[in-house]
């Protein structure tokens, strides 16, 4: 059976998100029937919570992330595991900067977005506002020219909710969501240790199912499942695909965005995980090779590059940006936009005002982006963040200067120009084909030489059937390094190839402009 047949479809998991006091808990509490946002300090949200909730016989997965600016981190965990984001936008405040970096996480991970407006029965909500100040922002709504739905909803009298979950399953039904189930994943929220029971982790199952029993390894930690207690705080023999579960059993707390894998099969799983640090992960894992948490943050961006070099796309260089003034925004943008090269795309995902903040680092990071500073302020403790987290920040005085460093590390994102170097070329007037079912080709040199270890690609009627490597070249007996015009030998290939009579092979080297 094929790994397509395999996968079977999911519930959706859904992340609520906003700016502080615009009604992301109240909501929850409607749709749960529970009064949370009543018990918290301050009425703000301090940590990730997670629910399973049906409705009309369908299972969503709903996760709650703080608002304020203090829990950025919070916020990027549940944005990375989300199907679907829900952006809660209050009718009587609009847009904030809370708003903003959800959007932004949003556009750049291209996850799909649903916008709440919320507390529309307010006397001074202005939903025209909001949905100006969204398109300001980046979010075209439907009626304004995009495709983002937007619900106007009260969380606190119920006014439009079944609506929005109308459109969460809808939403949902058309990403068409899959998992495999042969695979026992989990991605962890929040992990801590408690007196009586040990490290216990915050999980959302990504794919597959936990077991009591279960054999499950993280980066650094391993253990057997001695508990699983669900959301409703009960205690379950089994946790399915999409559902927030609590382990217990684990040896160490482990890192919030680390992946677990499970299994009944302790010696495969370790297999897995021993030559891997893994990351945080959606529709299969992101990994990232030991090796390279040493390497300088320079390096690392020179391995960022060489990433977007290999996939074979247009490079993109995000870029996080902190000036001292609105006005210098404005014309580092705009130098920036004169500067551009249409090979690449320099994209300020993020701007802002002020001292570069731990905010702009995580997100950095969340982005594979780097920091650019203008006049900004960074303290120590900002720079020892950045470093931990492998973010490159860079500051600068001189407008002309970060441009131009800004455009150089661009332009070295611009893939080489590949060049054939003509060597020369054969006739293939035999073939002969050996045990092993690979191929030789009975060659004469017709012009320049044929040379060992170099590319080659064949032409049959005109057109290129074949490119590969010439692994080997025979005269008579012999193995020769090279064969020159006039000479009659055997050439091998990698991959191997079925030649025919009367082909063409053509010797080139590969060169990089």
Known sequence: MTKEKQKTNRPPIITIMGHVDHGKTTLMDHIKKTHIADKEAGGITQGIRAFSYSYKGKLMTFIDTPG??????????????????????????GVKPQTKEVINLALHEKTPMIVAIN????????????????????????????DTVSIEISAKTGQGVDALLDMIMLVADLEDLHEDPSQNTGIVLESYMTKTTG???????????????????????????????????????????????RILGLSTVLQSGEMIIGGKDKVKLEEIM??????????????????????????????????????DKKPVLNIVLKADVVGSIEAIKNSLENAANDAVD???????????????????????????????????????????????????????????????????????????????SGEIIDVFKLSNGSYVAGTIVKDGKVVRGYNCYVTRGGERVYEGKITSIRHFKDEVKEAAKGVECGISTLPSFEFLKGDKITCIRIEKS
């Not at 702009?360 to 982005?367: H, N, R």
């Open 119 to 146: 507390k529309v029965d307010l006397p001074n909500a202005d939903v025209t506002k909001v949905k100006t100040e969204l398109a300001t922002a980046g979010v075209m709504l439907e009626g304004w020219g995009g």
């Open 346 to 424: 320099m994209r300020l995902i993020r701007t802002g005002t002020g001292e570069i903040t731990e905010s702009d680092v995580l997100f950095a990071k969340s982005t594979r982006a780097v920091v650019i500073g203008f006049n900004a302020q960074i303290s120590p403790r900002i720079q020892t963040l950045a470093s931990r987290e492998r973010v490159i920040i860079m500051n600068y005085k001189i407008i002309y200067e970060l441009v131009d460093d800004v455009v150089t590390a661009a332009e070295s994102m611009i893939p080489p120009e590949i060049v054939e170097v003509y060597i020369g």
């Open 199 to 245: 490290p216990e982790s915050q999980v959302i199952i990504k794919s597959g199912s936990f077991e009591i029993g279960d054999f499950v390894i993280g980066d650094k930690s391993y253990g057997k499942v001695r508990a699983l207690i669900n959301d409703e705080g009960e205690r379950v023999k089994k946790a399915d695909v999409s559902t927030p579960i």
């Open 68 to 93: 304020h600016e203090a829990f950025t981190k919070m916020r990027e965990r549940g944005s990375t595991i989300s199907d679907i984001i829900l952006l809660v936008v209050a009718a009587d405040d």
């Open 274 to 311: 021993s030559n891997k640090v893994t990351a945080i992960v959606d529709d299969g894992l992101d990994t990232v090779e030991i090796n390279e948490i040493e390497k300088t943050p320079i390096e690392l961006l020179d391995a960022l590059m060489n990433q977007s070099k290999a996939a």
